[in-house]
């Protein structure tokens, strides 16, 4: 679309009305005036972005196929998603239509990621490489990424290949795994019998003993700032305390990504902002 025809598009009113009058002889001069420096406006900012967008695409390194690496990674716990091959067109799709798009090089076109099982990936920022030749897309999933039905396409353990009694798990960062553990507890306490005594099942059956240890580690690790003691030590009880917490949160059925996704929510607003509207 030609930006003159954008700007006729965004800016233009009906010449008719319903009653054969124009509407634009119903608004005073200042009226459109104001209409008219609103529209060239959003038309020059519109034009700006263009700009900046292409001389983004103008930087990428593109192979001998006019190809680039994607990776696409979760906003929220950082777990590799999937990757692909993105083209010049398939970047650009992605940064207007906020969705991860990429380049099939078996059918020759482009494709958007969920377009089959609307499993999106609905992207919130795009990251280039220093060398310009690999791009991640950081964004939220909609649901599994596999065509498995997996949460990623990354579940093949080397470890586990060479332990020929593994099995497939999920590459997960240091909290996805604890939670992984907390919530294999907790399934074996449900299948009764299944498993060794231990700690965390201890605290997934007595509530109240799961509550006074929060409390008690979150005492703790202000006691490190209050008797100013040394950053290990603070280091050692905020681990406690997400280690509790993050059983409390298997009881109740929240994961941790629920959590991050608060956290991010939060980014643009001020804590006060945010703690008025809790309260009003």
């Known amino acids: ?36 420096v609103a529209c060239s406006s959003k038309v020059e900012k519109d034009l700006a972005l263009s700009a900046k967008v292409e001389k983004l695409l103008d930087s990428v390194k593109w192979d001998d196929k006019g190809l680039a690496v994607a990776i696409a990674q979760n906003v929220d716990t950082g777990a590799i998603l999937m990757q692909g091959f993105v083209s010049r067109d398939a970047l650009a799709t992605t940064v207007s239509s906020r969705k991860a798009t990429f380049y099939s090089r078996s059918r020759s076109k482009l494709w958007t990621k969920g377009e089959t099982s609307m499993n999106f990936i609905n992207v919130h920022d795009i990251f280039l490489d220093c060398d310009r030749d690999s791009i991640i897309y950081l964004g939220e999933p909609d649901g599994p990424t596999c065509h498995t039905g997996a949460e990623t396409c990354y579940y093949t353990s080397l470890s586990n290949v060479l332990d020929e009694g593994g099995k497939n798990e999920l590459a997960l960062t240091t909290l996805f795994s604890l939670e992984s553990t907390i919530l294999q507890r907790k399934a074996e306490l449900l299948a009764q019998g299944v498993g060794k005594p231990s700690w965390t099942k201890k605290l997934l059956l007595d509530p109240a003993l799961l509550c006074s240890k929060i409390r008690e580690e979150a005492n703790e690790l202000c006691q490190t700032l209050e008797d100013n003691e040394e950053k290990s030590r603070a280091a050692s009880e905020m681990a406690d305390v997400l280690y509790h917490s993050m059983v409390l949160l298997a009881l109740k059925g929240v994961k941790i ?8 929510q939060r980014f643009t607003k001020s804590g006060i902002e945010e703690k008025m509207s809790r309260n009003s």
């Open 257 to 264: 990504e629920d959590v991050l996704c608060k956290l991010r």
């Open 1 to 36: 679309m030609g930006h003159s025809m954008m700007l006729s598009r965004q800016c233009s009113l009906p010449r008719r009305s319903l009653s054969g009058r124009n509407p634009a002889m119903l608004l005073s001069s200042g009226s459109r005036r104001r209409s008219v």
